[in-house]
């Protein structure tokens, strides 16, 4: 019989496996480990370790534990790798507070962490959130004397504070690591880009890139990904065409994240054409369209109102295998309802949740409103008992949709119900909702209780704005009120509102009727003598 390689050989193969992370190898390790023992070949300190590890980052850091045991009883000393790899297996299962605990008891034990087991911590902590306590323990380790902070933990938490856009104490962070002599590289950059450009600091992320750029750090595809859509989002679609096209020049493929943005950048002037001509390129560049590309596309042509291009571009996606998600159906159920095709929507509300597809609160506004104003009040009702059995809470946007369309068929008082309802229930009106309530109390000729609402609107904080006012004077002019429209006026006008297009018709047109007496036109004529005034 041939002789058998000694655990070195074998311990070498496993670390080789470990690597192969593409395969999730942890469990082949386990198995592996399983087929040595039944060969009689005793485990070393090194390959326990390597199973440690795997059971780590299987979840189960309890049969690590078991490893540690078996070691020691071995006679092994304690080894520090082993203790990261329970650290990290904590922290990969989202258990931090244990990982902590651990980490302290390692420290009472006279190990000190190393680098690798600190950025662990730090990415951990990231990763639930925990700013703070990435600070804390980033400057725990800026006092000490055997572990500095690296590049790693630095980029990593300031990848963090921009995400939650904390750009202040990210920007301080970025400062603090070029003062310690630690040069950022484009990892750092990018993120610091990407959170200012989503904060709504575009001037600072130009910057930033500048800044990049003069350091001579290449630009990366998430560089250029970054570029192309804030082109996009700030309408400048051309400047994305020519980051394109330079990414290209310097041999920098684009990849799925580039495209998507510069498709969502034509989708948002309504250029479907060039969409459909990226979509062609991509595959071309051997980067097939995913469930982003076509939701994207799909948005497009809804909002173009062509939804039966839109239904085309669903079936292509059926036919490619790519699911639509909750993001999709909505899309194309507005885009139904909005063009008072109910039949197909409710059809498609149905086809989504035979796949699989739950239905979201946005989804079931949509309907909602749909089925609102097609006066199918009963199936809107049906509509709300389902959000309900689903488990699917309304948000004020669900109520306003329900208040607008009850007020528009005369039913003030169920209106009036909803909007108790809906405070009840701890949401908060916005503007909206205080204008469709004024609004109906102003058609229904309750100017008093119009008034409340403005009351109540700002006390509850939520400042009224130019439809609330001339939504009021148009109530008072229907009203016969002249002069209380001309109280509205002046306080619209002391606010910085005008009077709109709409508002300015009406009373126009009841200048020049039969129906008013000579005092109530001078009164008008008033009004709009002061518009004239206000508007020059």
């Not at 002599?181 to 992320?205: D, F, H, Q, W």
């Amino acid at each position: 019989l041939r002789r058998l390689p000694s655990i070195v050989v074998f311990s070498q193969l496993l670390t080789a496996i470990s690597k192969l992370k593409h395969l999730h190898p942890h469990s082949t390790i386990v198995s592996f480990f399983r087929q040595l023992e039944l060969l009689g070949i005793r485990s070393d300190r090194h390959s326990l370790g390597i199973l440690a590890n795997s059971y780590s980052h299987l979840g189960r850091v309890d049969l690590g534990f078991s490893i540690l045991g078996k070691s020691l009883k071995l006679g092994y000393p304690r080894d520090h790798v082993f203790f990261h790899s329970l650290i990290n297996g904590f922290i990969i299962n989202d258990k931090l507070p244990q990982a902590v605990q651990l980490l302290d008891k390692t420290v009472k034990l006279g190990f000190q962490p190393d680098i690798v087991t600190c950025g662990v911590m730090v990415k951990g902590l990231c990763r639930i959130g925990d700013n703070a306590g990435a600070l804390s323990l980033l400057n725990k380790l800026q006092s000490s004397t055997h572990c500095k902070p690296n590049l790693v933990i630095y980029s990593t938490i300031i990848d963090s504070l921009c995400k939650d856009r904390l750009l202040r104490e990210a920007l301080n962070l970025f400062s603090t690591m070029k003062m310690e002599g630690i040069k950022p590289n484009v990892i750092t950059y990018n993120s610091l880009i990407r959170g200012l450009y989503n904060s709504g600091c575009g001037k600072e992320a130009k910057h930033v890139l500048t800044e990049m750029l003069r350091s001579n750090i290449v630009p990366t595809v998430d560089t250029y990904s970054i570029l192309v859509d804030m082109f996009c989002k700030d309408g400048n679609v051309e400047e994305a065409q020519a980051t394109l096209q330079c990414m290209t020049d310097k041999g920098v493929a684009p990849n799925i994240i580039t495209y998507n943005a510069l498709l969502d950048g034509y989708c948002l002037r309504g250029q479907m054409e060039d969409a459909e001509k990226l979509l062609d390129l991509m595959k071309q560049n051997g980067c097939e369209p995913n469930l982003i590309s076509f939701s994207t596309i799909i948005n497009g042509y809804v909002k173009l109102k062509d939804i039966d291009k839109a239904l085309t571009i669903l079936e292509t996606m059926f036919e490619k295998g790519i699911a639509p998600d909750v993001v999709t159906y909505s899309t194309l159920i507005d885009g139904l309802c909005k063009s008072n095709r109910l039949k197909p929507a409710c059809q498609l509300f149905a086809d989504m949740q035979a796949y699989g597809v739950t239905p979201n609160v946005v989804t079931y506004n949509s309907l909602l409103d749909g089925l609102c104003k097609s006066a199918q009040l009963d199936e809107a009702v049906a509509i709300l008992e389902d959000m309900d059995d689903k488990g699917i809470k309304p948000t004020t946007v669900t109520y306003n949709i329900l208040m607008d369309n009850l007020c528009e068929v005369g039913q003030l008082e169920d209106a009036v119900v909803f909007f108790s309802d809906l405070q009840s229930k701890g949401l908060q009106p916005d503007s909206k909702t205080y204008n469709i309530m004024t609004k109906g109390f102003c058609k229904e000729g309750l100017m008093k209780e119009a008034d409340k609402v403005l009351r109540k609107m700002e006390e509850d904080g939520c400042l009224p704005n130019d439809i609330t006012y001339n939504t009021l004077i148009r109530g008072c002019i229907l009203n016969n009120d002249f002069s209380k429209a001309l109280y509205y006026r002046d306080l619209m006008f002391s606010k910085g509102f005008q009077a709109d297009a709409h508002t300015i018709s009406l009373f126009v047109d009841l200048l020049y009727s039969d129906k008013l007496s000579i005092s109530s036109k001078g009164l008008l004529q008033k009004f709009l003598e002061g518009l004239e005034v206000e508007n020059n």
